[in-house]
Every structure is written in C-alpha cells, then in structure tokens.
C-alpha cells in the first residue's frame, strides 16, 4: 500500500476527516505507517520518505513509549477506541504534546487508525491557571491553597516517617499605616521584599506562602523540638526588622507570630491552620516580644477562663505543680555552675497548661505570690538536698513575675523562703526583666537594696529586650545578665549578633556583672561565646530543663558535672 495516499477505498467524508484534524494516520500492528495524511505531515515535520522507514513510537517521546505501546495492545485486545496524551517529537526534536485515539480500522482487519489532536496550548493554559490557582501573584509565592496541601502532605510525612512539623504564621503589625502613609503601590512593594526576606532566611526545604495581605506562613519539617522553632521566629523577626528604604526614608517594621507544631499530644487535633491562627492572636496580646505557642484552651470565652482558674486552686491543693530544673554550665569546662527552676503545670484533663497563661491566671486570681513563693522554696530545699548528696551547685535562680514583686508580701515571702530551709541567701539569684525594673525604677531599687543587703542576688532576665539605659543598669544592684536568645540564635552567621554579643560581654565586665548566655543549641554558638568571653551557657546543648529525678541521674551517670567544691 502507498504511504502518499490514501487508498481508493477511502470516502470523501474520511478525507474531509483528515484534513480537519491535526494528525491522522494508519498503521499496522507493528506500529509502522501505511497511510498518514497531509496535514499530519505538516503537524510533525517529517519527509514521506523517512515515515516509510519508522514506526509510530519513533516520534514518541522515549518516556511515553510504554505509554504507546500500552494503549495499541488494548486497542488490539479490546477493538475498542483507546486514548492515551503523550508528547510526539517534531522535527528539530521539538515536543508537542497530543491527544491520541487509537482503534481496529472496521474495514482493514489488522490495521489501526490513529486520530491525535495537538493539546500542548490547553496543558500550556492549565499549567497557567494552575500555577495561578495555587500561588500569589505579588510575591510569587505559594497561597493559601498550595498551603492547604502542604500541611496536609507534610502531616502524613510526619505521621509516616515519625518526625514533628511546625507552622508558623507571621503577620506584619500595622501594616495598613504603611499604605495609609505611602499608598499600596509602596505597600506592594515592601510585601514582595518582606516575601524575599523569608525565603532568604529559610532553607531549600522550609515552604514558604503568603495566605493574606500581610500575612505568611512557613512550614518547618523534622523539627527536633519548641526551642528550635522559637529561635527560628526569632531569626524570621530579626529578618523583618531589618529597615526597609523608600526614597530616601527609613521604615521599620515588627511582626507577630504564632506557631502549632505535629503531632502534638498535649493539643489534641491537628487542624494545624486553625491553631497558628489562634497563637498568632495570643501572640498579637502579649507585650515585647511577640510570639506565642498555640497552646489548647477550653472553648467558651470567659466562663471557661473561670473554669480554668478554679482549676488552678485546685491543682495546687491537688500537687498539680512541679519544677523543672535546668543547668547553667561553664561555657569551656561544660561543668554544672547553677540551675534554673522553672515551673510546670500538669492539668489532669487538659495536659501541659504553658507557663504565660498559667503566671497570667495565677496573678489575676491573686495566687502569684503563693506559687512564687512555693517555687523559691524547693528551689532552696533542693540546693539543701544535692549538698547533701555531694552535687554542690554555686546557686539556684528563680523567675519573678512583674506582679510577684510589687507586691508588699514578696520581702517576706523571701526571708520566710530561707528561714524554713536554712539555705544561705547568696545562693539563690531572683531573674526579673528590664520592664519590671523600669516600670517604677526608684521603688525596684529600693526593693533591689533591701533583699541584696539580705545576700540575695539579681540576675536581669532576656537582656536587650527591653528600654533601660545604661544609667539605670549602673543604679541598680545587680549581679548578672542573661542575654535574650535572639542574640544567640544567628550567632554564628550574623555579623551583628556576634557584635551586640561583644558589646554586652563588655558591658558585663565594666559592671562587674556575671553574663549567662541562654538558648546555646549548638557547638559552633558556644565556640563563639568563648571567643567574645562569655563564661556560663544555658540551652540544650548542655541539658534541656527536666524533672528533679531525671537531673539527678544525670549527675549519678557522669553526663553532667558538678563543680568541685
């Protein structure tokens, strides 16, 4: 059979057909071509000729072979039409993708007619409408949608391969100022730079989306634990914090943030977009510094805020409440200096209630100085303990909430503290933040004076923080500094940390103030911290916080070290 021309047997209606179509040719069981038409000719490229001596799969492009060859065994087996979208190659080895349909010629026993039809402009329009379905035309990242099937992917990956994932949720504070004060088209402008920013500061594997106006999402996997995700907040907030320029004008801005981790006993379901979005409203009321956990609450507003509160009386009366301790250790030595006491409520139906909505209840319900005072007490009992024991630790610190001192009973509650244990005072340090020592300077000091002359000491807790000037850090008499871990996150990458760390170790120095780094998670951060001169580290690289009885078998194993006495 000629391979120019179509037989005599064919009908006019089956020419009409083949000049309407793209591609339309017929073949034999091996696939090599009796009869192709015109326009197919036209559509692929080739000479007349060279089809003579090739089969259909040689315009196939070689990974939709198996494809092809598929679809003419069923056409074969079944005699009924086959379909199968696959790429034929061009002339130049150019692609074009192509609809084939493929079934037995009724009147040629053996021979298949195939019909394609070129669909490459159709998948060329869905790959558009699909890219813009699932991303954000401003900033060209994911939306909300690609979101969506992110988080549902990477909770089955967690599920399958036994890790944790976070999602956090930035969200720019105020940014409707900026389009009230420069217009949308500098607002858009800085959206697109901010989108930049994050994905700069993630690595390859980190998603990054914006879901609305001003708002992103991140999506970490293989997270190893809340330490990690907070200083990788606080690096994202660092990053947009730096100052953005338009003409000539400086801008700074600041950011909220709210993170939900999976799986996540303590928080129960998994709806993982919905529990960013109720951190990142805890986030937007806390003061300074603004991120928050989600963090399970019972659903009801105020009246299971109550519930809540009753609970917490009776979770004291109940034994609900213990301590966690963590080690503050020799930055070269690795040796145990101190430890920090660090409360915990266990809620028998709710789990892991978080320390600021605890400390916030607790002070409402005028329970802060009971709990603070509880709290000190063991931290002195167990100091009294270990000396016993043979750990001899130099100190204990414990945290002291802004209301916790201004109350009239806190003098007291100390000295009755060291009455009851017999602890010597000089080892207990109290960590307060600078807003609590500037909100009313002149009584902080006179408090300050009164319990130091006492022996007690004061450490200044998440240092560079807060607004107080030199001047009053010199009034007051302290005895260390504990530098935010914001500063200690980025350390060993940021250029400005390193020198802010430098900055404060000399600070320390000239004020004869001990400086206690907290958040080391890694070697390369304390390596650095030795070279600035900070002498003590706090962080999970020396130990995480753990109940007493876990602590003391770590000293009993040799994993930690006392100092010697």
């Not at 402008?189 to 990054?208: D, G, M, N, Q, Y």
């Not at 006179?446 to 319990?451: D, H």
């Not at 390193?498 to 206690?516: C, P, S, W």
Request: proline content about 4%; overall charge negative; hydrophobic content about 45%.
């Amino acid at each position: 059979m000629r391979l120019d021309a179509p037989d005599r047997a064919c009908s006019v209606s089956l020419s009409s057909l083949e000049d309407a179509i793209d591609f339309f040719a017929r073949i034999d069981p091996q696939g090599r071509f009796l009869h192709i038409s015109a326009p197919a000719l036209a559509f692929i490229g080739y000479h007349r000729e060279y089809l003579r001596i090739i089969a259909l799969r040689d315009l196939v492009a070689q990974e939709d072979v198996p494809l092809l060859d598929a679809c003419l065994r069923q056409a074969q087996s079944t005699g009924e039409v086959q379909k199968c979208t696959l790429h034929l190659i061009k002339t130049l080895t150019y692609p074009r993708l192509v609809e084939l349909r493929i079934a037995p010629d009724a009147d040629r026993p053996g021979q298949l007619l195939v019909v394609g039809h070129d669909v490459s402009a159709w998948a060329d329009n869905e790959q558009c409408l699909t890219y813009a379905m699932y991303h954000d035309v401003l900033t060209g990242l994911d939306n909300l949608a690609s979101a969506r099937h992110e988080v549902e992917r990477a909770k089955q990956e967690a599920v399958d391969n036994g890790f944790r994932i976070a999602l956090l949720q930035i969200d720019i504070d105020e940014f409707h100022r900026v389009n009230q004060a420069f217009g949308y088209e500098v607002g858009d402008r800085i959206l697109h730079e901010t989108a930049l920013r994050l994905k700069s500061a993630c690595h390859a594997r980190e998603f990054v989306a914006r879901c609305y106006s001003d708002a992103f999402l991140i999506l970490l996997r293989e997270v190893p634990g809340r330490d990690y995700v907070e200083e990788f907040a606080r690096r994202i907030s660092d990053a947009i914090q730096l100052p953005y320029s338009h003409e000539g004008q400086t801008l700074q801005l600041s950011v909220s943030i709210g993170a939900a981790m999976y799986p996540d006993p303590a928080n129960g379901s998994d709806q993982l977009l919905h529990h960013v979005d109720e951190a990142l409203a805890q986030a937007g009321r806390n003061r300074g510094y603004s991120f928050a956990f989600y963090e399970r609450r019972p659903a009801g507003g105020r009246s299971d805020t109550l519930k809540l509160e009753f609970d917490l009386h009776s979770g004291i009366r109940n034994g609900e409440f213990s301590l966690h301790y963590q080690p503050i250790v020799e930055a070269r030595g690795g040796r145990v200096v101190a430890i920090e006491a660090l409360m915990r409520w266990q809620h028998p139906v709710l789990g892991p209630i978080a320390p600021d909505v605890f400390i916030s209840l607790a002070e409402s319900a005028g329970l802060i100085n009971f709990l603070g005072g509880w709290a000190l007490k063991n931290a002195c009992m167990q100091l009294t303990q270990w000396d016993a024991r043979g750990i001899h630790l130099q100190y204990a610190s414990v945290n002291v909430s802004a209301r916790q001192f201004r109350d009239k009973r806190f003098p007291a509650a100390v000295r009755e503290a060291f009455r009851l244990t017999g602890l010597e005072p000089r080892r207990i340090v109290l960590e307060i933040t600078e807003s609590v020592l500037m909100e009313e300077p002149d009584q902080a000091k006179r408090l300050l004076e009164e319990l130091t002359d006492l022996g007690v000491r004061f450490a200044v807790d998440d240092f560079g923080t807060g607004y107080s000037s030199l001047a009053y850090l010199q009034s007051f008499p302290l005895a260390a500094l504990k530098i935010d871990r914001r500063f200690i996150s980025n350390l060993p990458s940021s250029r400005n940390d390193q020198a802010i760390v430098e900055a404060v170790v000399g600070l320390a120095r000239t004020l004869g103030l001990d400086l206690i780094a907290e958040g080391v998670e890694t070697e390369a951060q304390r390596e650095l911290l030795v070279a600035s001169g900070c002498e003590l580290i706090q962080g999970w690289l020396a130990c995480e916080a753990l109940p007493i009885t876990e602590l003391v078998r770590k000293f009993e194993a040799g994993e930690l070290r006392a100092l010697d006495r």
